[in-house]
């Protein structure tokens, strides 16, 4: 049998946002790609407007907390910093977000993961190019596509439903966007993992004086009154300190604003525990196998419910009068084994949606 050629593969997804997870699941899925043996870069995308929106968010991050001019400083080297790491990703040539008959012609676009189908995203709701428009490709697959806070009862109206249809395959990661499409056009699609939790992670490994000693990983900002004091006191009773990174929670131990996206891969996989509210603070913790607990949040309640129903982690979440003993258990005991049962499953079906993807390519052009 004749080997079949390796594919020119393009990842459309959020890859310049100054955040930890979207830097992650992009990188995880574009050098998944190239393991597997083909030529994948990011479709390097830009656009001024989104540009400064996603600056402004970055020196911002805490609103509506304010932030302390002396944070800016700080916000301003971990952006840099974010800047040095992009140029680290294997990126296509530039073309702008509204003119993608600039870009390169392939034999595949995976668009996703990150919330590509998000119609209420700040500064990506509604382009029509994470919807496949205008992308130049053979095939267009989606792998972990979200629709963020996008709910399922608001529906997606014929003109996005339409443009699913021009999706060649469809996976999503979670059921909030499995149903928003299988409503929308009749298909089903497969549920599969975030990169960051399906993929091997290539981080530089690095020593910290800061880290020496078991610590508990803040990661996220604006938490409730309550969830503050239980990790105080969690930290107090074990003797742990807390560390926040990339955003400033003044209640604890120790903040580190100026991570980039390899120091928040090492602290997140060094963690004793993890007291996050957000998405990737819950995925991070899973790919470690970390105890943790997570405050649900009506911005990300969507996604991090989700996510926690998927894998069977619910006694992790926690809310305005969950028990004191739920907390501790969450951020003490070891991860269960049926939840890692259940991230083993979905790695082999997230494997062969991919594998099957690529391989319909691949006989199509050989």
Same mark, same amino acid.
């Given at each position: 049998?004749?080997?079949?050629?390796?594919?020119?593969?393009?990842?459309? /997804? =959020?890859?310049?946002?100054?955040?930890?997870?979207?830097?992650?699941?992009?990188?995880?899925?574009?050098?998944?790609?190239? *393991?597997?043996?083909?030529?994948?870069?990011?479709?390097?995308?830009?656009?001024?407007?989104?540009?400064?929106?996603?600056?402004?968010?970055?020196?911002?991050?805490?609103?509506?907390?304010?932030?302390?001019?002396?944070?800016?400083?700080?916000?301003?080297?971990?952006?840099?910093?974010?800047?040095?790491?992009?140029?680290?990703?294997?990126? &296509?040539?530039?073309?702008?977000?509204?003119?993608?008959?600039?870009?390169?012609?392939?034999?595949?676009?995976?668009? !996703? &993961?990150? @919330?590509?189908?998000?119609? =209420?995203?700040?500064?990506?709701?509604?382009?029509?190019?994470?919807?496949?428009?205008?992308?130049?490709?053979?095939?267009?697959?989606?792998?972990?596509? &979200?629709? #963020?806070?996008?709910?399922?009862?608001?529906?997606? #109206?014929?003109?996005? *439903?339409?443009?699913?249809?021009?999706?060649?395959?469809?996976?999503?990661?979670?059921?909030?966007?499995?149903?928003?499409?299988?409503?929308? %056009? !009749?298909?089903?699609?497969?549920?599969?993992?975030?990169?960051?939790?399906? =993929?091997?992670?290539?981080?530089?490994?690095?020593?910290?004086?800061?880290?020496?000693?078991?610590? $508990? *990983?803040?990661?996220?900002?604006?938490?409730?009154?309550?969830?503050?004091?239980? /990790?105080?006191?969690?930290?107090?009773? +074990?003797? /742990?300190?807390?560390?926040? $990174?990339?955003?400033?929670?003044?209640? *604890?131990?120790?903040?580190?604003?100026?991570?980039?996206?390899?120091?928040?891969?090492?602290?997140?996989?060094?963690?004793?525990?993890?007291?996050?509210?957000? =998405?990737?603070?819950?995925?991070?913790?899973?790919?470690?196998?970390?105890?943790?607990?997570? @405050?649900?949040?009506?911005?990300? &309640?969507?996604?991090?419910?989700?996510?926690?129903?998927?894998?069977?982690? @619910? /006694?992790?979440?926690?809310?305005?009068?969950?028990?004191?003993?739920?907390?501790?258990?969450?951020?003490? @005991?070891?991860?269960? #084994?049926?939840?890692?049962?259940?991230?083993?499953?979905?790695?082999? +079906?997230?494997?062969?949606?991919?594998?099957?993807?690529?391989? %319909?390519?691949?006989?199509?052009?050989?």
């Amino acid at each position: 049998m004749n080997q079949l050629r390796p594919l020119n593969i393009g990842v459309l /997804t =959020f890859h310049r946002c100054i955040n930890y997870g979207s830097y992650w699941q992009a990188r995880c899925l574009v050098e998944d790609l190239i *393991a597997r043996g083909h030529n994948a870069t990011i479709l390097d995308h830009y656009s001024a407007r989104v540009n400064i929106a996603e600056w402004k968010c970055a020196f911002r991050p805490t609103l509506p907390e304010p932030v302390p001019e002396t944070d800016y400083p700080l916000y301003r080297q971990k952006i840099s910093q974010f800047f040095q790491a992009f140029e680290e990703l294997p990126l &296509s040539r530039k073309f702008k977000l509204n003119q993608p008959n600039e870009m390169e012609d392939y034999d595949m676009i995976v668009v !996703g &993961s990150d @919330e590509v189908w998000n119609l =209420f995203h700040a500064w990506y709701g509604k382009c029509p190019l994470f919807f496949g428009d205008g992308l130049r490709a053979e095939t267009i697959i989606a792998y972990a596509a &979200s629709f #963020g806070n996008y709910p399922v009862a608001w529906g997606l #109206g014929e003109e996005w *439903a339409n443009r699913l249809y021009n999706f060649d395959a469809i996976s999503v990661r979670s059921e909030n966007a499995q149903l928003n499409v299988k409503n929308a %056009t !009749g298909i089903d699609p497969e549920i599969v993992l975030d990169p960051c939790l399906q =993929f091997q992670m290539n981080f530089n490994k690095r020593s910290y004086k800061n880290l020496q000693e078991p610590y $508990i *990983a803040v990661y996220g900002h604006n938490f409730s009154d309550s969830f503050i004091e239980r /990790t105080k006191d969690f930290s107090i009773a +074990t003797k /742990t300190r807390t560390i926040s $990174i990339g955003y400033r929670n003044d209640w *604890a131990d120790e903040n580190w604003l100026v991570a980039d996206p390899h120091d928040f891969a090492n602290f997140m996989e060094g963690a004793q525990a993890v007291a996050t509210n957000f =998405f990737h603070g819950c995925i991070f913790s899973l790919r470690n196998e970390k105890p943790f607990v997570c @405050e649900i949040t009506p911005y990300r &309640s969507q996604k991090i419910e989700g996510l926690m129903h998927l894998v069977g982690a @619910e /006694t992790h979440l926690v809310r305005e009068g969950s028990g004191v003993e739920d907390f501790y258990n969450g951020m003490s @005991e070891p991860l269960q #084994g049926r939840i890692i049962q259940k991230l083993n499953d979905l790695r082999e +079906t997230s494997n062969e949606y991919l594998d099957s993807a690529l391989g %319909t390519q691949q006989h199509r052009v050989a």
